[in-house]
């Protein structure tokens, strides 16, 4: 998603909605994505909540089944609403993230998950602002993102991505919108090493062609690699950030 165009390649929506059920990383993120966000959810209503970037739908999907929450999935391409639609979800909407069709503090919670990746390099403000814009005073801001500019690889060219954060660049983004870091840590940090070596140096020895990175794995090298991202979920759960990752994990509060 872009506030000029630049959406993701919708030929990775197909490769999304086949893997984001079983594959590794997504059940590895979900599950430290949980874990980060569930203490700041203890006594908290949570009605309505803004799925931003839904893609395929299937993280807004799992809000509603799994948390009785009222979702709201939004996307600028009808490529990923459509999956979506099929997966039963109402209530969507198409539209871009630097001008949601929603009034100011209509959400409890707003998530986006990989989205601002996807805008230019100093543009990121725009659509954090609508975020904050559109979340309840007192309303919990959910953030995933690419980290790390060191880590682009064929597939960030295949997917349209225009950036990666750090998370000092995150959290100071964030905070001039009037939202109140709570957490902010790297995760998928054990494979860092090996990411480093496929990324900058075996892709460029290859001279391979843009390509997604959205493909299963046999089951022992699934169980690893899931493995790594359940051992950084202990030391999350624990209450210790993670100091460098390939993705950054953000929940913050809008001041009042």
């Known amino acids: ?21 079983k594959l590794w990383w997504y059940r590895g993120m979900r599950r430290m994505l949980f874990l ?12 309505r909540v803004l799925e931003a970037g839904c ?12 948390r009785g929450w009222t979702v709201y999935p939004s996307d600028i391409a009808w490529s990923g609403l459509a999956y979506a ?9 198409q539209a871009n993230l630097s001008a949601l069709p929603f009034p100011e503090n209509a ?19 725009r659509p954090i602002r609508e975020l904050a814009r559109v979340l309840a005073p007192g309303g919990l ?23 990666r954060f750090t998370r000092r660049g995150l959290t100071r983004v964030i905070r001039d919108s009037g939202i109140r870091v709570l957490r902010c840590t790297y995760a998928n940090t054990l494979l860092l090493p090996v990411a480093l ?9 290859r001279r391979a062609a843009p390509e997604s990175g959205v493909r299963p794995v046999t089951g022992w090298l699934d169980r ?33």
């Open 85 to 93: 639609s099929a997966l039963g979800l109402r209530r969507l909407s």
């Open 107 to 125: 959400f409890d919670m707003v998530s986006a998950m990989d989205v601002l990746t996807h805008f230019p390099p100093g543009e990121e403000d």
């Open 1 to 21: 998603m872009a506030n000029r165009g630049r959406m993701m390649n919708p030929a990775e929506f197909a490769n999304i909605a086949e893997a984001e059920r």
């Open 224 to 256: 690893v690699l899931y493995g790594c991202l359940r051992a950084e979920s202990a030391w999350l759960e624990g209450g210790f950030d993670l100091p460098a990752g390939q993705s950054l994990i953000l929940v913050g509060e809008k001041t009042a």
């Open 55 to 66: 893609g395929t739908g299937y993280f807004a999907h799992l809000l509603e089944r799994e």
């Open 141 to 163: 801001l959910v953030l995933r993102t690419s980290a790390l500019n060191i880590l682009r690889s064929r597939h960030s060219e295949f997917v349209n991505e225009r950036q």
């Open 197 to 205: 070596a496929k990324f900058r140096v075996w892709e460029p020895l």
């Open 36 to 47: 980060v966000l569930e203490p700041w959810l203890r006594g908290r209503q949570i009605r």
